[in-house]
């Protein structure tokens, strides 16, 4: 995409999914991944040289798993941690502490008004932290939880709130759900979130496939622990018995 660097500003692209969605599983989480504009081909690159030196070119996702997928995954994230220039920032919330009722009730439109409220709240923490530019955000448009105007009310709401808050050279241009199976860099963010989600969520019974992700989640957790100006998780936590409506 051709975005234009207009009147000095960074142009920022964010790449965001979501973990925890099934009903097996006890925390609720959104990861988003962070990069300048101008690194994004150096990252495409980084991942197509892998994808050509194994013969890969199915889709990268995490709970897909085999010898050769995990040996994949592990170069892919060697190449990219070692490259660094990213950011990555989740949140993680206890579907227990979420008062259902205040957001419509447990039908499809109260969990994806919890997804939306969310979602706005991780992108709105991780702008402010980030820094002023422009930022294009990007979802998986295949994601079944996504109702309820998400793309205009993660845009105009934290748009307004920025701009309520005095962050005037902070600014959402657009909120686009695009094909998570033709872009790569959507599929990192995949990978990332699921390696960071096994200490949150981990249902896996095959022995093999389990130590396959262990160790993923191990490298990447490594790193967060060396590199932690690159990662944001927030473990959201309220005094309250019940998470209201923010």
């Not at 959104?30 to 070119?57: M, T």
């Not at 979420?98 to 709105?124: A, E, H």
């Not at 998986?140 to 845009?155: G, P, V």
Request: proline letters at 1%; aromatic letters at 12%; hydrophobic letters at 30%.
């Amino acid at each position: 995409k051709n975005l234009r660097n207009t009147g000095g500003q960074m142009n920022y692209l964010a790449y965001q999914d979501e973990s925890g969605v099934s009903k097996e599983e006890d925390k609720f989480i959104i990861g988003i991944l962070f990069i300048k504009k101008e690194d994004e081909y150096k990252l495409r690159d980084l991942i197509q040289k892998v994808r050509d030196n194994n013969h890969f070119y199915d889709e990268l996702h995490f709970n897909k798993t085999s010898n050769l997928r995990s040996k994949v995954y592990k170069e892919l994230l060697q190449n990219v941690l070692s490259y660094g220039k990213f950011k990555f920032h989740m949140i993680v919330i206890d579907k227990k502490y979420i008062d259902y009722k205040r957001f419509g009730g447990k039908s499809k439109i109260g969990r994806s008004r919890v997804y939306n409220k969310f979602t706005q709240l991780r992108v709105l923490h991780s702008i402010e932290k980030i820094g002023p530019g422009y930022y294009y955000i990007y979802t998986d448009a295949k994601s079944s939880i996504k109702e309820d105007n998400f793309t205009e009310y993660l845009k105009n709401y934290t748009n307004f709130v920025l701009m309520c808050e005095g962050y005037t050279q902070y600014i959402i241009k657009t909120v686009e759900p695009i094909n998570s199976k033709k872009d790569d860099l959507l599929q990192l963010d995949d990978l990332l979130l699921g390696a960071l989600s096994v200490n949150h969520n981990n249902k896996c019974t095959n022995e093999n496939e389990n130590e396959n992700k262990k160790e993923l989640a191990a490298f990447v957790r490594n790193d967060m622990l060396h590199n932690k100006s690159r990662y944001e998780e927030w473990i959201f936590k309220t005094n309250k018995n019940k998470i209201a409506n923010p």
